[in-house]
């Protein structure tokens, strides 16, 4: 059973269009990360999240973290092509916050249709 | 700045035999972690040392093995190669490893047992 449950798993959406993915747990955290990995190369740090109810936005990417700190999304306005990817959502519970590794979750491959 | 160097790029190793990969953290980064990533799993935490010290482990067998030398370069090491230990091997590097910092990743190492 994974930490971090991410949904959907895949999306596929044509250019424009809107997208919501989600990131839930039963733990809490102290933070959350968001990445964005592309075919043949490593994750690349997007955003993080720490507190409680926090909105942060980058561009046309708005990110927040649940009021209870154990889940969050990542909001797509008008996505294009260059979105494509996968995203995942990583972080370390509070009860283990001594401890130095990050959970990942399965992650959400998104495709953008041009 | 030189991102995180992750050599080689590609591996092709038969069952049994031993392998060794190698990262080269961004200049002034102390953490180091090392990922395997496949599509069944997703991205697993194997070990991450700082100042030549492993500070946590994953829950891989023995086989799977790291360190790091003064230079913050690392090294991880599989022996006894299986077929299941095909898969994308992930670095990343980090100025502390401390929650909330951000981590950066390498391109990884393609390994393909057969």
């Known amino acids: 059973t994974q930490l971090l449950e991410q949904s959907p798993q895949f999306l596929s959406i044509q250019e424009g269009e809107n997208l919501t993915v989600y990131c839930n747990s039963s733990?809490?955290?102290?933070?959350l990360q968001w990445y964005r990995q592309e075919p043949g190369e490593g994750p690349v740090l997007l955003v993080t999240v720490v507190t409680g109810g926090e909105v942060k936005k980058l561009k046309r990417l708005t990110f927040q973290f649940g009021d209870a700190r154990k889940d969050s999304s990542l909001h797509i306005t008008a996505a294009q092509p260059g979105d494509t990817g996968l995203y995942l959502c990583a972080g370390v519970p509070l009860q283990d916050s001594n401890d130095y590794k990050l959970s990942f979750g399965a992650g959400t491959t998104v495709t953008v249709r041009a | 700045k030189a991102g995180v160097t992750q050599t080689p790029r590609y591996l092709i190793k038969t069952r049994g035999q031993q392998v060794t990969l190698s990262c080269s953290p961004i200049?002034?980064?102390?953490?180091v972690s090392w990922y395997q990533q496949t599509p069944g799993q997703g991205l697993q935490f194997l070990f991450e040392?700082?100042?030549?010290?492993?500070?946590n482990k994953g829950n891989f067998p023995g086989r799977f093995s790291g360190r790091q030398f003064s230079n913050s370069r690392s090294e991880m090491n599989v022996s006894t190669l299986e077929l299941g230990d095909s898969a994308l091997y992930l670095c990343?590097?980090?100025?502390?490893?401390?929650?909330?910092?951000?981590?950066?990743f390498g391109q990884g190492t393609r390994l393909t047992v057969v």
């Open positions: 990343a590097s980090s100025p502390t490893g401390r929650l909330n910092t951000e981590a950066f």
């Open positions: 733990s809490v955290f102290s933070s």
């Open positions: 040392y700082f100042s030549e010290t492993q500070r």
């Open positions: 200049s002034g980064h102390r953490s």
